[in-house]
């Protein structure tokens, strides 16, 4: 059985994680599933030169700890770039906020929001095929109860993301 068949429990998304110490084992299988949440038990042992029990163990361990609170699917993003994506920065009014959150949660485009300090109040990572295309989610964004003020940053080239299957140098 794989990694990807294995789900944790979850209320809405956010469990509380107990506090729990890392050791190094523990921080190299999370690196090794943060590059593949698919790889076997078995595969994982041979890379950590640990038993398959001693594993399973150890992922059930921080699962139940709420370390790892689930397993996702990645969705590929073309080399060239045929998608835009923005950073939406609001300020809303603090009483409607979770209102704000069951709207913007609707909106297939946001593909996540972020509780910030400063200035703003929530940032959204927005992603659409084309700058039309997200130019009309923001202008349904700027629209929705609650917002008060936007700002927006087009993002013009990804340098890095952690968690998209690419290797995490563990050693």
Request: aromatic share 2%; glycine share 6%; charged share 25%.
């Amino acid at each position: 059985m794989t990694l990807a068949h294995r789900q944790t429990e979850k209320s809405n998304g956010f469990s509380a994680r107990k506090n729990i110490n890392l050791d190094s084992v523990d921080r190299k299988l999370i690196a090794l599933l943060v590059a593949n949440a698919r790889e076997s038990i078995t595969d994982l042992a041979k890379k950590l030169g640990l038993g398959r029990t001693t594993v399973h163990e150890r992922l059930a361990r921080l699962e139940r700890n709420r370390v790892i609170a689930g397993y996702s699917t990645i969705l590929s993003r073309s080399l060239e770039g045929n998608s835009s994506r923005a950073l939406v920065m609001l300020s809303i009014v603090q009483r409607m906020q979770p209102a704000l959150m069951e709207h913007l949660k609707m909106l297939p485009e946001v593909l996540s929001c972020y509780t910030v300090s400063g200035e703003f109040d929530l940032i959204l990572l927005v992603e659409a095929p084309q700058m039309d295309d997200v130019d009309a989610v923001l202008d349904e964004i700027i629209g929705l109860p609650g917002v008060e003020r936007c700002r927006t940053s087009i993002i013009m080239t990804t340098n890095f993301q952690r968690g998209n299957g690419q290797a995490i140098a563990i050693g």
